[in-house]
């Protein structure tokens, strides 16, 4: 059988471009919940309500986003890859659609929050799903492209979305973009379909929920994924305020920084994930810990130099967008894929927890505490990386 074949199904290579494109596409759409902060203010006139107010709704969809992601992974696994993919369209949609009708902080944080971190909790495994299936010996490099979606809304939105509130006001700007996604989501299920496993992933061995409760590699990729996250969210979180503190940024100066930051951010996902599948999983976790190792002692010793700034926050947001790719593909070499969907969304929890302490951290400490941590997580990443079982 050729080899531009998937399976006996006659998977093609143009079907598998397509499928990849798609999957890709669907990312982009759904990492439009990250652009939050393009239109926080502009919620809290509309709305009435406080700074501290206006955070809720973004923290209560980052909290469902990764609980929903244990459940999108079981669904996929029970019902198939197109159920669950048209039931995360219909609620990520409706959120947007809904959330344009809202007039008080309630039914906001309600449709925005809750409604929003499910859709996107129970889409996001689908498309990582079909990037694992359709190209067996580059599960890394098409984890990162489809991920690279995710990355790349934020920085797509900041115009996008900008121009839109700005011309039609907040709430005709969120039900555009819910008919949108509706109508983008409605056309892309047209071409969803469920993808036979080939037979090298039949026939290698997989592990269950039961079993890597009991394997070091699952708590080892769990704590490295947390550390990752506490020191690259807890980053993001404060680079703006940083080059506006340490250099007199403008508010504006400093944004189209972050969203500069952002693209490497999303060059960091395809290019670890390529990384991982050329030299192994274990040598792109220890290139990472190396990578927060020196943007840590780089903030320590050089934080007040401007471009070595540029230089080890780019670092941050690039590792960032590789541990987004690194993790899926661990998940796969080491635990198979028959129930890849259910393990990596337990994995993918670790990225909430993580981030909201490294974030709670951050705000409570100054900056070189910061850049302390984030040596120690380095050394964290690195020790753990050695209980990682050599790949075959």
Same mark, same amino acid.
């Given at each position: ?91 990520? @949609? ?33 498309p ?25 809304s934020a ?16 709430s ?17 299920g ?8 080939t ?63 952002a ?25 990472? !810990? ?47 894929l ?10 993918? /929890? ?12 951050? @705000?409570? /400490? ?8 984030? !040596? ?17």
């Amino acid at each position: 059988m050729s080899q531009s074949y998937l399976s006996e199904n006659n998977f093609i290579e143009r079907e598998k471009k397509i499928l990849l494109f798609l999957s890709f596409l669907i990312m982009l759409c759904s990492g439009t919940i990250y652009s939050y902060s393009i239109f926080r203010k502009v919620l809290e006139s509309f709305l009435n309500i406080s700074s501290y107010q206006s955070a809720v709704p973004f923290k209560i969809l980052l909290l469902c986003f990764a609980l929903s992601m244990p459940l999108g992974g079981w669904l996929i696994e029970k019902k198939g890859i197109k159920k669950v993919y048209f039931l995360g369209a219909l609620a990520l @949609s409706a959120s947007w659609i809904l959330s344009s009708f809202s007039k008080s902080f309630e039914t906001f944080s309600l449709f925005y929050g809750f409604l929003g971190g499910i859709g996107v909790g129970l889409i996001y495994g689908v498309p990582l799903k079909i990037a694992s299936l359709l190209y067996p010996d580059r599960k890394g490099l098409t984890s990162g492209i489809v991920l690279a979606g995710f990355g790349l809304s934020a920085f797509i939105n900041s115009y996008l979305l900008k121009k839109l509130i700005i011309n039609f006001g907040i709430s005709k700007a969120f039900f555009s973009y819910g008919l949108m996604f509706l109508v983008i989501f409605s056309l892309i299920g047209l071409k969803i379909k469920e993808i036979p496993k080939t037979e090298e992933d039949l026939n290698s061995k997989t592990y269950d929920l039961n079993d890597i409760f009991k394997k070091i590699e699952f708590y080892s990729l769990y704590i490295m994924m947390a550390s990752a996250c506490f020191v690259s969210l807890a980053s993001v979180s404060f680079t703006a305020g940083y080059f506006i503190d340490v250099f007199s940024f403008s508010g504006e100066r400093a944004a189209f920084l972050v969203s500069m930051f952002a693209l490497f951010n999303t060059a960091g996902r395809p290019i670890y994930g390529w990384i991982s599948d050329k030299i192994g999983i274990k040598k792109a976790i220890l290139l990472t !810990a190396v990578s927060y190792f020196l943007a840590g002692a780089g903030g320590l010793y050089y934080g007040k130099s401007y471009y070595a700034a540029l230089s080890f926050f780019s670092v941050l947001w690039f590792t960032l967008g590789g541990w987004l790719a690194i993790a899926p593909s661990a998940t796969i070499k080491l635990f198979g894929l028959a129930h890849y969907s259910k393990i990596y969304g337990i994995v993918y /929890t670790s990225y909430g927890l993580g981030g909201f302490a490294g974030i709670a951290y951050s @705000s409570l /400490t100054g900056y070189d505490f910061f850049f302390k941590a984030s !040596a120690i997580c380095a050394a964290i990443i690195c020790a753990l990386s050695f209980t990682v079982k050599k790949e075959e």
